[in-house]
């Protein structure tokens, strides 16, 4: 059973298009001998720390005088295989919907063709100095249509 | 703004009747000077584990040779505030849906009265044998609504 | 058989009057079954970052202008049992020599009257302009031979 | 300085012929800005584990009906510089030295041609039933010397 975020598994697959390597640590499993359930947001914070690096999803000036800073509202994750010790994951991100002021991206863990995890996370565009939301500017929004695209 | 999860805070905050502190360690913050995103989970997964032990939401028997196991499907977490270093944190846990043979738990973490974040997780009892879920039976439905109530 | 910073454990252990309770988290195990070995020094971490605040070992003016900063220079831990999930142990820690500008700490960790784990640290106090060690001033030596006693 | 069990740094390095590169991630930093202190023993168990799964260093038949295992009796890390978020590092782990049943393995962490942080560790072989050290077989120390050199 898939989750309601992914209608159709290999159009959703098709849309990622940054992937990291990454070898699981022998300290990220548990005592059930698998990668322990905290383990994923590891590896999406990974790929989502440098993915947004190269989109320019930075701490930067929004408009004149006003920093705009990524903050992390949400994050999830869907469980679907197990991982193990030593498994080589190939761990993707997407943007998956661009807002007013907020992103929502998608994650794929991948190991071969199967699907071991996948998840979302809610990005907001807060203003550094009134940590409320700001609204990305038309620079950002064609940015980001790019990245989307 | 709140999650989908929560129609009414006050109401919602009520049904937590498991609580475990939790002091903020140095080696969970970040550069960025608060608690790393990853972290949340780790306290979710402390309060379910005791919770889970307490409630009898273990690995069992659940029909004659069949061994029923809890296991999670999905986790979330939506940040409220920030925590930081030293924070003295209350990490709640409720179990906010039983169904059919899956779980809907609830997380709060509060500074005092301030809610720091939430989050949810899905726990489905799983065959042992066949990998696939396999539905409560009536001694479990009981003691679950007992501890629903 | 006992590290060589331990002349006798009953003495050694009689010098302990910090401890904190800290329980084994499920994260904290790995396939193993046991806690795995990196978990140790988090829980160094947690009870020397309480211990240097209530001892006054934390970043202060040491000379007119000049700052002086705690810095870890390395960190010890010998295994002596295993530990397990749900473990309540008891994390000590302990001045064991002040010297010019460091000092070493000593740890352990009991279950009961178990050792668990032993280990040691050195902490270096820096000039927070120059990067090099600079000595502790009498007012430090008098805090910390009162914390040694 | 050097730590006691560096003579010649020079001599030292040359003598590591594993290393596997690994990048700082950023939940392994902490609100100092650098990395935490507890994150170079990870990075010492991943090369650690690679490193002794491919010299054969695992759980094995020693003598006829007992079996050994390796166990970490200490760990030990030197902090020479700062490392950060995004720091591309070079891990390396040698056998410094075999004895009767342990084994000294030394590590190093290199940004560039800088020496971020060094450390040691020492392996004993346990039978596994009495959980008593227990010799390294001629086979085993064969293939030990081979590594070594």
């Not at 989750?3 to 070898?23: G, M, N, R, S």
């Not at 994923?40 to 999803?57: D, N, T």
Request: charged share 20%; proline share 3%.
């Amino acid at each position: 059973m898939l989750p309601a975020y992914i209608e159709d598994v290999q159009t959703w697959l098709a849309d990622f298009h940054y992937f990291e390597d990454i070898k699981v640590r022998f300290c990220e499993t548990d005592l059930f001998g698998h990668v322990n359930n905290t383990v994923p947001f590891i590896y999406f914070e990974q790929v989502r720390a440098s993915f947004m690096e190269q989109s320019g999803l930075m701490e930067q000036e929004v408009e004149p005088g006003v920093i705009g800073m990524p903050v992390i509202a949400s994050l999830h994750c869907d469980y679907v295989q197990q991982a193990y010790y030593n498994d080589k994951l190939s761990v993707g991100v997407k943007i998956a919907r661009v807002g007013r002021s907020s992103i929502d991206m998608h994650y794929v863990a991948l190991n071969g063709d199967e699907i071991i995890f996948t998840g979302t996370s809610i990005v907001v565009q807060m203003n550094k100095n009134t940590g409320k939301s700001i609204a990305f500017n038309n620079e950002q929004l064609e940015s980001l249509a790019v990245t989307v695209k």
